[in-house]
């Protein structure tokens, strides 16, 4: 049962209502810095190279760091919340987050750059999913669609304003900026934490489980470091063996969760029919998340020419699209319900993604901005949806293992995403007999990647009529 740690002052009804209101703003704030962090980032490599007196493909290690950093510990978040208290912990995050992206730009070598990255990841790991904790005690379950149809869009608009932003921030200044600007961000969200959330923490939290903690933070990091790998293509040998260690890991924590009674990754959460869908089909949908936006600027850049701002400037009508989802998603679940939309709108959301191989050289860019503004419209709904259906029968005292488990799954699917889309134009390549990535190869992304948001579709259709019912 969650108490309120200011119990002994009646909270003013006034502040309340605009907590409740702002909460999903805060945390949204918490979401963009660490989406636009873990997105702008790439564009700096070849100019931090040449400040650390390396090459840009050693500068790699800035995003892998970063990457398994939040791998290991989004499992933990659920227990830290719980144990120490929700806002104390989403406060130390990001007040963390701004202290190692100070370090990230005052490192005088590549080694304290990785060690303030990887803690950075760390901080990330704990900032997003303990906000979402905080938003579904603290949101009314019949506003918490909207809260969630606020959240999803920074998750969108994060990858896409990330490149142009970090091609900007290169040309025009130095790279230091990109880790300067999280600070007044992050100093806003701390005041904003401090005046409007109030604590949420469990009587008698559980001990943490070491042995589930380790287990999952080897499988976690395996698998997003494996996935990595594959994108870089740093070789295919190195990916396997890290996806194997991953899968073994996986399957020893499996066993061990089903001995223990406070696993740090509840699996029984997969009894719950709208949960276990919203993982499974959800990652599915997820995979569009980190490649799409990676799949468009190979396409645009490598395939068309075009520059990396205006391929940033094109890619930006996805984020559009997603801002115009925000004003229609309540209206549209409330006349088709979750089901019909998640089940449709997989199929449309794929078939947008699939549109991307159609483009040519000779594809008016009206025609290419259009296609991507309705592709983040409906992709940006399928994401709100599944995300507000991941909770919608989760019992109060079950949140903060649900956030866990949710945040954890989607770090896999963005992961995975990356992975399977170079696996695709790798295994279009060899087809070809090419060495590099041809137009046609990087299309080949886009249609598996589309593929299997269309195959997410059957799962969606299994859910019950009423599922979600209430939450809007």
């Known amino acids: 049962m969650s108490t309120d740690s200011n119990h002994h002052a009646k909270p003013d009804k006034t502040k309340q209502s605009t907590a409740v209101r702002l909460i999903p703003f805060i945390v949204g704030c918490a979401l963009f810095m660490q989406m636009l962090d873990s997105s702008v980032v790439a564009m700096a490599l070849p100019m931090m190279a040449d400040t650390f007196n390396t090459t840009a493909v050693r500068m790699n290690i800035a ?10 510990f989004v499992p933990v978040c659920g227990w830290a919340a719980d144990r120490f ?49 905080i938003m579904l005690k603290a949101v009314p379950r019949e506003q918490l669609l909207k809260a969630t149809a606020f959240l999803s ?11 142009p932003l970090g091609g900007f921030i290169v040309t025009f200044t130095s790279w230091h900026w990109i880790f300067l600007i999280n600070i007044p961000m992050g100093m806003l969200g701390i005041f904003m934490v401090l005046k409007y959330i109030q604590e949420y923490k469990k009587e008698n939290p559980p001990r943490l489980d070491w042995p589930g903690f380790i287990l999952s933070g080897l499988a976690m ?16 040998i190195n990916a396997y063996f890290l ?16 001995r223990v009674a406070n ?4 699996l029984s959460l997969l009894k719950i029919q709208s949960f ?14 980190g490649s799409t936006p990676f799949l468009l600027a190979l396409l645009l850049q490598i395939g068309f020419n075009y520059t990396p701002l205006s391929a940033g400037l094109i890619t930006f009508a996805g984020a559009l699209g997603a801002l115009a989802m925000k004003f229609v998603a309540i209206p549209i679940l409330k006349r088709f319900g979750f089901r019909s939309v998640l089940t449709v709108n997989a199929v449309i959301t794929g078939l947008f993604i699939m549109a991307c191989a159609l483009f040519t050289l000779e594809t008016p860019i009206w025609l290419i901005t259009m296609t991507l503004l309705f592709g983040g419209f409906f992709r940006s709904l399928e994401f709100t949806s ?9 019992k109060p005292e079950k949140m903060s293992q649900a956030s866990s488990f949710s945040a954890t799954a989607q770090q896999v699917g963005i992961s995975m995403g990356m992975g399977i889309a170079t696996l695709s134009i790798d295994f279009s390549m060899r087809l070809n007999g090419s060495l590099t990535p041809s137009v046609q190869d990087i299309k080949s992304g886009f249609i598996v990647i589309g593929a299997a948001s269309i195959l997410s579709a059957l799962w969606f259709y299994r859910l019950e009529k009423s599922a979600g019912a209430g939450m809007y």
């Open 85 to 133: 208290g929700a806002k104390k912990t989403f406060l130390l995050a990001i007040m963390l987050f701004c202290l190692s992206s100070l370090g990230c730009s005052m490192a005088p070598t590549l080694e304290t750059f990785v060690l303030f990255r990887f803690i950075q990841g760390l901080a990330g790991a704990m900032m997003v999913p303990v906000g979402r904790i």
């Open 243 to 258: 996806l194997a260690i991953s899968f073994i890991s996986g399957i020893l924590y499996w066993f061990h969760a089903k």
């Open 221 to 236: 990091a395996s698998c997003v470091y494996g996935f990595e790998s594959l994108a870089k293509n740093q070789g295919f």
């Open 276 to 289: 276990a869908i919203s993982i499974i089909a959800g990652n599915l949908c997820r995979f569009a998340v």
């Open 386 to 394: 599944v995300n507000t259906l991941s909770f919608a029968n989760i």
């Open 153 to 163: 869009v920074p998750a969108l608009l994060g990858p896409m304003i990330g490149p």
């Open 63 to 72: 995003i892998t760091a970063y990457l398994v950093a939040v791998a290991v």
């Open 263 to 266: 696993p740090i990754i509840d």
